[in-house]
């Protein structure tokens, strides 16, 4: 660099000052840099739902409309499988599983060809079970770039070289819950953590990614029980790792295993949380921890004006309505989308006639089953805690629309969460107010957790449909993409191309005539 001449020194400082810092930038780039297992480390979506599971791909955003035929880049048949898939560099892996032979696979794709480059058999002696949206694929594998690392409740932990090669292994007992164990690990510098909850065993674990060796353990004291999912993906705010665990939240040193802090809530741990400026933002849900989820059960007067046909002043069998002791509302599709009132416990003498003492007595029985579930909500945790945090320490962004399974995603100041329905909500995460509330057009329950690349905003419904919305709080609608398929993984973004993952194939979408794409496309 020119020394600048003592008259225009101070014209020039804060250039060479400026310049000085780039240039100590890019020293440290290129130092950290050379310790990335591959220099290709910028095409990275490590694990379920990218970069900590934050959601947010870098570069610009895939094409507005696309869809099978439509931007298509290419497209590879797939055994079925929820998992969704993690990028490294040129390699794309997922986990499946082939229905007709109950094989376990993990399968490494190219991201320019779209070709199957190697595959690995996982034979599990038994397959776990769980709900029927279930699959035994359902845990989204995670790379550093020079390894894969999948898991399966039917297995354990799996590790592979990029290339396929197999290098070691961590049997675990074959998980019990009725949701299935959808959990996922994901690599924080040279750990692995994983999160596993379910009526057999229930722990947070890291292990030496290098080795394979334990490092620590936490054994959870809270009981599972069959309403909990547990499928959050631990993430990382410096050296804590964050775990959203059953009725609670916990932070851990990631190379210790020590805990900073934990607080108690009313959750399943179902979505992954989301690192928000100083917070950590969870979408902390239960079941009935909303009126949505709880629909008023009628009075007796009420059901008998309604539905007492024959005018007898009873309720009989043929004239019992369906009513929903708890409901997820707008997700129709879903097999066991909710608990309805039985007959047979209402009618409590078994004379196939429901009397007005009869109901009455049930009532309380709801009323007091429903009493033992608490407010839900989106909660805020500042990344600072230390010890218990109590849950006046705890803020509360929302307590309604509060989604089940896709995980909360933020971007600039707000927090976006889809639930059923496709409801979309927008929450300024400074005001904690509520920016808008919209339907994206996209329809029937929602597993699939949203995602950002370019200022646009992702929302995926179980029936394949993927809606695009501007970011912001003026949301505008830009299209809504068809599958033609049920997709219930989180697509992944990697330099403006969106991979999604539908039930039985993997797709590439992208804009062949990008800037931002950097492949060598194919004409096809
Ligand atoms: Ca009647
Ligand atoms: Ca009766």
Not at 264 to 293: D, Q, R, Y
Not at 320 to 330: K, N
Not at 474 to 498: R, W, Y
Request: proline share 6%; net charge neutral; aromatic share 10%.
């Amino acid at each position: 660099m020119l020394k600048a001449p003592t008259n225009l020194k101070n014209f020039y400082a804060p250039f060479i000052y400026e310049n000085s810092v780039k240039f100590i930038i890019l020293i440290i780039i290129t130092i950290i840099g050379s310790n990335f297992p591959n220099s290709e480390a910028m095409n990275i979506w490590p694990q379920f739902r990218g970069p900590n599971s934050s959601g947010v791909a870098e570069g610009a955003s895939p094409p507005i409309h696309f869809g099978p035929g439509n931007n298509e880049l290419w497209h590879l048949p797939l055994n079925s499988g929820h998992s969704s898939p993690c990028i490294s560099g040129n390699s794309i892996f997922v986990t499946t599983f082939n229905e007709s032979n109950k094989e376990l696979g993990v399968v490494c794709i190219s991201i320019t060809t779209g070709e199957k480059q190697w595959e690995q058999i996982v034979q599990a002696k038994e397959i776990e079970s769980g709900h029927p949206s279930f699959n035994p694929a359902s845990s989204s594998p995670t790379t550093d770039g020079d390894r894969v690392i999948a898991y399966f409740g039917s297995y354990g932990l799996l590790f592979f070289g990029t290339n396929g090669e197999k290098l070691w292994e961590v049997k675990m007992p074959l998980t019990k819950s009725f949701a299935g164990n959808a959990t996922s690990p994901a690599i924080y510098d040279n750990r692995v953590v994983l999160y596993r909850a379910n009526h057999v065993d229930h722990f947070l674990i890291a292990f030496d990614k290098y080795t394979g060796e334990e490092i620590w353990k936490i054994i959870q004291g809270e009981r599972f029980v069959d309403e909990m999912a547990c499928t959050a993906c631990p993430i990382l705010f410096e050296r804590t790792v964050i775990a959203h665990t059953a009725r609670s939240v916990q932070g851990y040193d990631l190379y210790t295993g020590t805990r900073r802090w934990m607080t108690k809530c009313a959750t399943t741990a179902t979505s992954t949380p989301v690192i928000a400026g100083s917070k950590v933002i969870v979408a902390a849900w239960n079941k009935m921890g909303e009126p949505i989820l709880r629909p008023q059960i009628p009075s007796f007067k009420e059901l008998a004006k309604q539905h007492d046909q024959d005018n007898n002043g009873y309720i009989s069998k043929n004239e019992f309505p369906r009513l929903w002791i708890f409901h997820r509302p707008l997700g129709s599709e879903a097999p066991l989308n909710g608990a309805t009132v039985r007959f047979d416990r209402t009618d409590s003498d078994g004379n196939n006639q429901i009397t007005e003492i009869e109901w009455l007595k049930y009532l309380k029985v709801i009323e007091k089953f429903r009493s033992r579930y608490r407010t839900h909500g989106l909660i805020g945790i500042d990344l600072k805690s230390e010890g218990v945090v109590e849950e006046n320490s705890i803020e509360v962004l929302a307590n309604r629309g509060i989604p089940e399974v896709p995980s909360p995603i933020y971007h600039d100041g707000y927090v976006y969460m889809v639930k059923n329905g496709g409801l979309l909500s927008c929450i300024d995460v400074t005001s904690a107010q509520r920016k808008y509330q919209i339907r994206t057009g996209s329809r029937g329950t929602h597993y699939a957790s949203p995602i950002i690349a370019g200022g646009n905003l992702f929302t995926i419904s179980g029936n394949g449909e993927i809606a695009i919305i501007t970011l912001g709080p003026n949301p505008k609608i830009l299209s809504i993409n068809d599958m033609n398929e049920k997709v219930f993984a989180t697509p992944a973004i990697v330099d403006g191309v969106i991979y999604v993952r539908t039930h039985k194939n993997l797709y590439a979408f992208g804009d062949h005539n990008g800037v931002e794409y950097k492949f060598n496309l194919l004409n096809k």
